[in-house]
């Protein structure tokens, strides 16, 4: 049974920093690409960025680029984001996901998804 498990949500001031951690159980994690989407309500899902199954490669939206960082520990099935300069734009649900090979900035290309984790940027 394959789980993916976000934490790390909570609420910041604009400006601030917050770190986010997923979890993963029931699968060869080195084998998956991990994805970080959000989703605001009545928004579309939007892609983040991905990190390759090595660790090696990683993907950013120009609308975080500079400002978060993803990174993964493949000995504890753990990927992080880093979230730093946040602004009001980022508050959303946070979602974790895993994609056999690369995965990309398509939603539709990962296979299992984590619950969310609600980050909240006020100003």
């Known amino acids: 049974q394959v789980q993916l498990v976000e934490s790390g949500g909570g609420a910041v001031q604009a400006g601030g920093s917050l770190r986010l951690a997923c979890a993963a159980s029931?699968?060869?994690?080195?084998?998956?690409?991990m994805g970080w989407f959000r989703q605001a309500p009545g928004k579309d899902s939007e892609f983040v960025g991905v990190?390759?199954?090595?660790?090696?490669?990683?993907t950013y939206a120009d609308s975080v680029k500079g400002r978060f960082t993803i990174s993964r520990d493949n000995a504890k099935n753990t990927v992080s984001l880093q979230m730093n300069s946040l602004k009001q734009e980022d508050t959303a649900v946070y979602y974790c996901?895993?994609?056999?090979?690369?995965?990309?900035?398509?939603?539709?290309?990962?296979?299992?998804w984590g619950q969310g984790t609600q980050v909240t940027v006020s100003s």
């Open positions: 996901a895993a994609a056999v090979g690369y995965g990309g900035p398509r939603p539709t290309s990962y296979d299992y």
């Open positions: 029931g699968l060869t994690f080195s084998h998956y690409a």
């Open positions: 990190i390759s199954g090595s660790g090696t490669i990683t």
